[in-house]
């Protein structure tokens, strides 16, 4: 739940804009290098690997493609479009791609403008329970 609340943190470096104007911003990427000083790879790899595992779902479960937005769409064609065979089955292999899948159908779910909407403080608990306790820990000198 952690990865899903974090996994798009990476924009906050630039935004969005360019992988709408056709630059992939490598934002999984960023986000988990952010996120490697206060989580686990239990939290950073599913936000590392959410990219992925859109472009491995397009791949793997026929009809998936069909149903993404208009946006998703396109920011799949800048992120290297669907998975071939040998990167799919790559992907399925990787300790974390299941719960990159679970980041992204939980990100798909959230878009839902009808969906209730708890509040960011209702996650804290579990945010503070899964931050490693070393970034609590003064520096040493």
């Given amino acids: 739940m952690a990865a899903a609340l974090l996994?798009?943190?990476?924009?906050?470096?630039?935004?969005?804009r360019e992988l709408?104007?056709?630059?992939?911003?490598?934002?999984?990427?960023?986000?988990?290098?952010?996120?490697?000083?206060y989580f686990p790879p239990a939290v950073t790899e599913p936000v590392r690997l959410h990219v992925e595992a859109k472009r491995y779902l397009c791949t793997a479960e026929p009809g998936y493609a069909d149903r993404l937005s208009p946006a998703s769409v396109?920011?799949?064609?800048?992120?290297?479009?669907?998975?071939?065979?040998?990167?799919a089955a790559a992907f399925a292999a990787h300790p974390?791609?299941?719960?990159?899948?679970?980041?992204?159908?939980?990100d798909e779910a959230a878009k839902d403008?009808?969906?209730?909407?708890?509040?960011?403080?209702?996650?804290?608990?579990?945010?503070?329970?899964?931050?490693h306790q070393s970034a609590f820990a003064p520096p040493r000198r």
Avoid: C, K, Y
């Fill in 7 to 16: 996994h798009d943190i990476g924009h906050f470096r630039g935004s969005g």
């Fill in 113 to 131: 403008p009808s969906a209730p909407i708890p509040s960011f403080a209702e996650f804290r608990p579990l945010l503070m329970e899964s931050m």
């Fill in 20 to 37: 709408m104007a056709g630059t992939d911003n490598r934002h999984g990427e960023s986000a988990a290098a952010r996120l490697a000083p």
């Fill in 74 to 87: 396109h920011t799949l064609a800048v992120q290297g479009g669907p998975m071939t065979p040998d990167e």
């Fill in 96 to 106: 974390f791609g299941a719960d990159a899948v679970t980041v992204r159908r939980w």
